[in-house]
């Protein structure tokens, strides 16, 4: 498993002997929980767009390549400058070898096609790590000190208690176990097996020298994973995934029904439809008005399939997209996506079916839709005489509409709670709670927007797609929207935002089985207004 996955970089890179090092990186990167542990390593991939190809390498089917641009925007430059300079690799041959290997170790950890828990994850690094021997087993064990000053660096606190660790040596991490145990004990228990597991693996070995070369190291990443848990404030472990293709190995399946799902993809007129509705009646109405509309001859409807446990559409829905139809006689390229009660979807319309689609389904989540033209920046004004940069119909824009309109002065906190306005231009860098820099305009226009209004009040809101576990996801997004909340707060307006809340994949309307890009109209951050 590892040993042909070392081997393979070895060969293939010319890597020689520090192989095993980088490989060795890439699992103290996984298993380090500062950064969210495997969850948040695979969440880095789904922000990057490259959602399908990590579903690939966890699923049972081929591993989906990646290229080196793609593998730099999953790790990050600083993450891939530190791997190379931690492993002695030169950067190039870095990036090109983390698109091969990392396939491959995600594919090793999770043979049954779901993500473990930091128990699990630790248990089976130590069982892959005891079948090695030799100069491969030296060079993955050896490589942890570099993978434990990487994760370290990433964790902040949890590098300097890797340096302690170093310096103190086994003693020093025992310590720090038994300092936590109370904090993190089911980690505390996941790192003994590991070292039991690397114990057995030695057994008989009478180089007492040759032991602690091989066991100190992993020492010191077993104390990084339980120091990032303490300093971290978690106490136990993330849940494994629960979704429907990956069930907890000990609990009871349990059948998950789908949102339907109708999708259709224009291209140089013809027409290709895909998704899922709950019925032959829905099945049979689609395709006689699409024949009706684009001609038989035009239209592939073999990827439109049925499932009696696919949830419903919206209400609504289908009388709708029938007076949507005639609107797009001239349409020719593009795509146009809806699930449950979301559009997904929507490109290369033309422009008055475009508006169409907006009155029509007004009140649907929807992307930043358009008929293809880039977007660009205009001047909104506040009362107060402030000029702000934002763009036509975005989040600031209806915010200043709704703040002034009769809807918000008479509304109560019951009229309003479901009244959200989604950020448009707020992005998080991968897999942290880090606000991406070009976040900046936006973050000081709803400054200026809360100084222009002093008794407005806003509650953030965090939201993900239904992908992945659902513990992990519902934390990840309270603490992105309390990162935004802390990041007002920085700004002077912190009184006029006193909640912040993260919902997780609660209110994701997409199936976890569409595309990456359909998901990610669920992957946001919102506001809306307090009274």
Do not use: H
């Amino acid at each position: 498993m590892f040993e042909s996955i070392i081997n393979n970089a070895r060969d293939s890179f010319g890597l020689g002997d520090k192989a095993g090092s980088l490989v060795s990186s890439l699992l103290g990167i996984i298993a380090n929980p500062a950064n969210g542990g495997f969850a948040g390593f695979v969440e880095r991939f789904r922000e990057a767009g490259l959602g399908d190809a990590v579903d690939s390498w966890i699923g049972d089917g081929t591993n989906q390549p990646i290229t080196d641009e793609e593998v730099e925007k999953a790790f990050g430059s600083e993450t891939i400058d530190e791997i190379a300079d931690q492993t002695g690799v030169d950067r190039t041959s870095a990036l090109s070898a983390l698109g091969t290997i990392t396939p491959q170790v995600v594919d090793v950890l999770t043979p049954d096609a779901k993500l473990p828990d930091e128990t699990s994850l630790m248990e089976r690094i130590g069982g892959f790590l005891s079948e090695f021997g030799g100069s491969v087993g030296a060079a993955v064990l050896g490589g942890l000190t570099a993978a434990g000053a990487i994760a370290g660096s990433a964790a902040g606190k949890a590098g300097e208690v890797a340096g302690a660790a170093v310096d103190s040596g086994k003693e020093a991490v025992g310590k720090g176990a038994e300092l936590v145990g109370d904090a993190a004990g089911a980690t505390v228990d996941a790192g003994k097996k590991v070292v039991g597991a690397v114990g057995d693996a030695l057994d008989g070995n009478t180089d007492g020298g040759g032991i602690l070369r091989w066991l100190f190291p992993l020492l010191i990443l077993v104390g990084l994973v339980i120091l990032g848990f303490w300093f971290c404030g978690k106490s136990t472990p993330i849940p494994p995934a629960t979704n429907a293709s990956k069930i907890n190995a000990n609990s009871t399946p349990t059948a998950r029904s789908v949102e339907s799902s109708f999708s259709i993809v224009a291209k140089d007129g013809k027409y290709v439809v895909t998704g899922v509705v709950p019925d032959q009646k829905t099945f049979d109405e689609i395709r006689s008005k699409l024949e009706a509309q684009f001609g038989a001859g035009n239209l592939d409807i073999t990827g439109l399939k049925l499932d009696a446990s696919a949830k419903p559409f919206a209400s609504g829905w289908w009388d709708n997209f029938q007076k949507l139809l005639p609107g797009l006689n001239a349409w020719k390229n593009g795509t146009l996506s809806f699930a449950g009660n979301a559009i997904t979807a929507a490109s290369g319309l033309p422009a008055a079916a475009l508006e169409q689609l907006k009155s029509l389904f007004a009140g649907w989540t929807m992307p930043a839709i358009g008929s293809g033209e880039k977007r660009s920046l205009t001047e909104v004004s506040l009362p107060d005489g402030t000029k702000l940069q934002a763009y036509p119909g975005g989040i600031e824009d209806q915010l200043i509409k709704f703040i002034v309109s009769d809807e918000y002065k008479n509304g109560t906190a019951e009229s309003l709670k479901d009244k959200w306005f989604s950020f448009d231009d707020l992005n998080f860098k991968f897999g942290t709670t880090e606000l991406a820099p070009e976040s900046k305009r936006q973050l000081d226009n709803i400054v200026a927007i809360l100084k222009a209004f002093p008794d407005v009040k806003f509650k953030i809101g965090g939201y993900t797609d239904k992908k992945g576990d659902d513990a992990a996801n519902k934390k990840l997004s309270d603490d992105r929207a309390k990162a935004v909340k802390a990041a007002l707060g920085k700004a002077g307006v912190g009184a006029q935002v006193p909640e912040a809340e993260g919902y997780g994949e609660q209110f994701a309307t997409v199936a976890e089985t569409a595309s990456d890009e359909e998901r990610k109209v669920d992957r946001k951050t919102a506001i809306r207004l307090l009274k």
